[in-house]
């Protein structure tokens, strides 16, 4: 079974930095064979994609992160990662490492909590 670990999260506080990693464990998949994509759930809303990096290592982050956030693959450790920035109380939330399947399918990690408070 395909398992996406999440980790690097924690509390910090406004304008600071942290980057989450992402690997996988149990049966492993390579992620240069999908698009690779973070999610951030802030507390009661509904999961937003935030970054996500394509086959040929193509990037796109949501304009709410532009300028502070960058999702970055390595294909000799099979990891995706999101350096964080100048983060902000929005920030807060759990962030998931998915990996998309055709067909609109995902696999999920487990997420990460990051929390941005002062």
């Known amino acids: 079974q395909v398992q996406l670990v999440e980790s690097g999260g924690g509390l910090v506080q406004p304008g600071e930095s942290l980057r989450l990693s992402c690997v996988c464990k149990?049966?492993?998949?390579?992620?240069?064979?999908?698009?690779m994509e973070w999610y951030h759930q802030a507390p009661n809303r509904a999961r937003e994609l935030v970054a996500a990096?394509?086959?040929?290592?193509?990037?796109n982050v949501a304009d709410s992160v532009k300028g502070r956030f960058t999702i970055a693959r390595d294909d000799t450790r099979n990891t995706v990662s999101l350096q964080m920035n100048d983060l902000k109380p929005e920030d807060t939330g759990i962030y998931y490492c998915?990996?998309?399947?055709?067909?609109?399918?995902?696999?999920w990690g487990r997420g990460t909590q990051v929390t941005v408070s002062s």
């Open positions: 149990g049966e492993v998949i390579r992620f240069t064979d999908y698009p």
């Open positions: 990096i394509a086959r040929d290592g193509a990037t």
């Open positions: 998915s990996a998309d399947l055709p067909g609109g399918a995902h696999y």
